[in-house]
């Protein structure tokens, strides 16, 4: 275990302070004369060194120093047992000198108990994906990367019990000889199956529910009373509270997983637009078992992504491509290079720009190119958009795959992001309110000409029996719509980010303002932000008292974790104790 080193440092008092001034008119002896001069001369051979010395450790900064910690005279490097953890948004990083890695269920025990006797804080942390760093803190983290093995797999009842560290692909890769698959997928594959279990996270489909629903079990560390196992049969009322519990009632250690049969999933990608999407919205939701928009704002492209089963029968159509994926991302290039020409300033200021080989880009990587010529031009970024809307005219069509290969998303590269969460009736009778939404924010994107990037990506589940996830549900036919905005993070420039991060925070605020109270929404768990102004914050508690049972969740805190080791600023802040609430 790494202990926090205690750093100090004092300046001494100056040698030379002035001398006590004299009251008599006498002529100063000649030997005093001698003693200020020489007392003079050493005063500037002493700052004359000390320069030397502060311009020879601070010029050139050192590789390891990109988080200054401040000394006389200098910049002192990292701490070689100070660990930095930044979230894979690039939005949140902290250092922390306890970053601990158990190897074993005993040794995560070990830890818990022995933490929570020093009350020195653990949060656990999985691989710190989610956009607003729910999981860091500086006072200290435990991960459970290295306990990240399939224990048991039950083939008649397809039910699977891995420990908690495992990643999502490793996962998949170990059940796939035993014919068996997660049912659903979030975006990303590195995630933990602790961390995506215990912020809510989500695929899509509206018969499908979060993947905190697929939870079967969980056994839980807990500081007060060990370790425990919950299931809907041992203890419901902590079950349905601890399977979407923020990582704040225990460490989960081991989950045990509802599958289902492995089968290949056919993609269908085209263009549609909202006139035809509302025609045909009830068929898509309920014909297909997975189904996303993706819109564009400043046009009238909606991207219609459905995956179903590959029907062993009919096979895979054999309707072709109209385009190949070079041509279909050529006008993209085409664009970019026209944009480096105008932007040729720019260019000159950002690093290496000869070094990269246009035709070998990504046309994700095109777009955060282009978008980090000039972030903040509504035209420009309109102009983006219509290329990305193009792009993916001429990607229509169809694609066959396992479904771990084809659920997946290319998220584009670091990005803000504020995904909502939002109840749309039920599949025989959905209300619509997920195409008004829709309709009312791209609105708003125009009537405020916000520089809104691409993607708005619009996913459905069912609803989860789990107390704390946004998508909670009595009723097994309600169907919830999520709704992510994003503003892509496309450069290194400080400057430049902080610039994006306050536009995005305004885009965001316009959307809380006019639209999250009207629809119910609620924010994805690891996409909710703190707000800073105290009078925001006290109006975020208040809405998630509305939603959640705070209370509820407060008091198996106290019970689980007394002394809040597993807590955070975001938790502390998020759920206040009544007492303390503001």
Not at 42 to 68: D, M, Q, R, V, W
Not at 304 to 323: A, D, E, I, R
Request: net charge neutral; with cysteine; hydrophobic share 35%.
């Amino acid at each position: 275990m790494h202990h926090r080193a205690s750093q100090s440092s004092s300046v001494a008092a100056h040698p030379f302070a002035p001398l006590p001034r004299r009251f008599c008119s006498a002529p100063t002896p000649p030997s005093s004369s001698t003693d200020s001069e020489l007392r003079k001369y050493i005063g500037y051979t002493i700052l004359i060194l000390g320069c030397g010395a502060a311009t020879y450790y601070s010029f050139p900064f050192p590789e390891n120093t990109k988080h200054k910690k401040a000394q006389l005279f200098r910049y002192a490097p990292l701490p070689p047992d100070l660990h930095t953890v930044s979230n894979w948004s690039g939005t949140h990083e902290v250092q922390t000198h306890t970053f601990l890695q158990p190897e074993s269920l005993a040794e995560l025990e070990s830890i818990v108990k022995d933490c929570n006797e020093k009350k020195k804080k653990i949060r656990p942390v999985g691989s710190a994906l989610s956009p607003n760093g729910i999981a860091l803190t500086r006072a200290g983290m435990v991960n459970l990367a290295l306990m990240d093995s399939v224990l048991d797999v039950d083939k008649k009842t397809r039910r699977v019990t891995v420990q908690a560290g495992i990643r999502v692909q490793q996962l998949v890769d170990g059940i796939k000889e035993h014919g068996l698959t997660l049912q659903n997928f979030a975006s990303i594959r590195e995630q933990q199956i602790g961390g995506i279990v215990q912020v809510g996270a989500h695929g899509t489909g509206a018969t499908l529910p979060p993947i905190d629903e697929q939870v079967i079990s969980m056994k839980l560390v807990t500081p007060a009373k060990g370790t425990i196992e919950v299931s809907k049969e041992k203890d419901p009322e902590l079950f349905y509270l601890a399977r979407c519990g923020l990582g704040g009632l225990g460490v989960v250690a081991e989950v045990t997983l509802q599958c289902v049969e492995s089968q290949e999933l056919l993609e269908h990608t085209y263009v549609s637009n909202m006139k035809d999407i509302k025609r045909n919205h009830k068929k898509l939701l309920s014909e297909n078992k997975h189904v996303k928009f993706l819109h564009i704002p400043y046009t009238d492209t909606v991207v219609v992504v459905t995956c179903n089963p590959l029907s062993k029968w009919k096979g895979p159509p054999k309707q072709k491509p109209k385009y190949t994926r070079e041509e279909a991302v050529q006008h993209v290039r085409e664009l970019y290079r026209e944009m480096l020409k105008k932007y040729s300033k720019v260019v000159s200021q950002i690093p290496e720009p000869s070094e990269v080989d246009i035709n070998e880009l990504s046309f994700t990587e095109l777009r955060e190119k282009l978008l980090a010529l000039d972030p903040f031009n509504k035209e420009h970024v309109m102009k983006v958009n219509q290329a990305e809307a193009e792009y993916w005219t001429k990607s229509e069509g169809y694609r066959v795959g396992w479904s771990d290969e084809i659920l997946g998303f290319d998220c584009g590269g670091q990005q803000w992001v504020s995904e909502i969460c939002f109840p749309v009736g039920t599949l025989k009778k959905p209300n619509m309110r997920d195409l008004e939404f829709i309709e009312q924010l791209l609105e708003l994107i125009e009537k405020e000409n916000i520089p809104a990037h691409a993607p708005i990506e619009q996913r459905w589940t069912a609803g989860s029996r789990s107390l704390m996830s946004p998508a909670y549900s009595s009723s097994e036919d309600d169907i919830f719509s999520w709704v992510g905005i994003i503003m892509y993070l496309p450069t290194t420039d400080a400057r430049q980010r902080k610039e994006i991060t306050e536009e995005f925070f305004h885009y965001r605020k316009l959307a809380q303002a006019t639209l999250w109270d009207k629809y119910s929404a609620y924010e994805h768990w690891a996409k909710i932000e703190v707000p800073k102004d105290k009078d925001e914050l006290a109006v975020t508690q208040a809405r998630l008292r509305r939603k959640y049972p705070v209370d509820a969740y407060n008091k198996a805190r106290r019970e689980l974790d007394p002394n809040r080791i597993l807590s955070n600023n975001m938790l502390e802040k998020l759920f206040p104790s009544t007492e303390t609430a503001q």
